[in-house]
């Protein structure tokens, strides 16, 4: 709560902007940049839109917008409840502003991530065996087989893929899952035996 707390106290910054276009500019490269970050060209653009000197606020302002973008993006909220997101501490105006444009903007990025999910593969299937290394190297090893499945413009396509790994690498990398899952189940059980008394607060 209190991380929150301190993002939420670097939204004032915006109050800078020369216009609402200006916000709107930011949150749109917040957005187009979701998978790369900034660009250094990126970040002197906002921090003249903003005003600012130096970039040593921006970093925190920028992880609360792009936490409120993802909130409206990947979860189920409706335009009416976008400004809800706020705590009361946020200034009226900011909310009022950055709702209006969460929800202009929100439907759009919706069918880009719709975009992005379609155009990657999913695993259908997969199979390994032992065999014997494709080189001169006597040591045997686990062949893989993925069948992967993919939907274009309604379209189901298969592709497989083979690939070899040595027995070492296959036992590392079952023991690790195997530990990940004995970690998972421990955490699994705790989580049961409190929920009878969290429950009853």
Known sequence: MEQQGTLWDHL???????SKDSVECILQTLWRTRRTGLLAA???????????????????????LRMLIRRCVYD???KDEIQRLFPDEVLPEIQRLLSLLLHKFQSEWREDVLKEQATLPQLKAMTWNMGRS?????????????????????????????????????????RSMYSIRDQFSEVGEQSNRRLPQESTV
């Open 12 to 18: 004032p910054l915006l109050v800078r902007a020369n």
């Open 134 to 174: 494709n080189t001169n190297s006597s040591e045997p090893v686990a062949v893989i087989n993925l069948k992967l499945q993919n939907e274009v413009k309604f379209h189901f396509g298969e592709t497989e893929l083979t690939f070899q790994v040595s027995k070492d690498t296959l036992e590392s990398t079952l």
């Open 76 to 78: 189920k909220i409706d």
């Open 42 to 64: 990126d970040r002197t653009m906002i921090c003249n839109m903003l005003q600012l000197e130096n970039d040593s606020d921006l970093d925190p302002l920028l992880v609360c």
